[in-house]
């Protein structure tokens, strides 16, 4: 069983910069994109950025320009780089990988929390 651990969250004044990272317990085959969601408080997930393994992205509006996602091959980690940090960005951060089609899989990890205080 293949799991997904999350790392990098914390607290950071707005303006400020994170790196979060994300690592499978085990090599995932046949991946079609890697991704983060987030979770703000008593509302449903939704998507922050996603990257194919062509290396294609695809960013929400609210953050694009500012974060920046990307992948290590060899260590099979990926990341979300998060810059200008705002308040409204205080949410649970979730790594998402989505392996093979009909039907495709997801793996996500447990979160981790992001706060950015004004």
């Known amino acids: 069983q293949v799991q997904l651990v999350e790392s990098g969250g914390g607290l950071v004044q707005a303006g400020g910069s994170l790196r979060l990272s994300c690592t499978a317990s085990?090599?995932?085959?046949?991946?079609?994109?890697m991704g983060w969601y987030r979770q703000f408080l008593g509302k449903q997930r939704e998507l922050v950025a996603t990257?194919?393994?062509?290396?294609?992205?695809n960013y929400a509006e609210s953050v694009k320009g500012r974060f920046t996602i990307s992948r290590d091959n060899v260590t099979s980690t990926f990341y979300l780089r998060m810059n200008s940090l705002k308040p409204e960005d205080t949410a649970v951060y979730y790594c998402?990988?989505?392996?093979?089609?009909?039907?495709?899989?997801?793996?996500w990890g447990q979160g981790t929390q992001v706060t950015v205080s004004s």
């Open positions: 085990r090599t995932i085959y046949s991946i079609n994109r």
């Open positions: 998402n990988v989505v392996q093979g089609a009909f039907p495709e899989y997801n793996y």
């Open positions: 990257i194919t393994t062509r290396g294609s992205t």
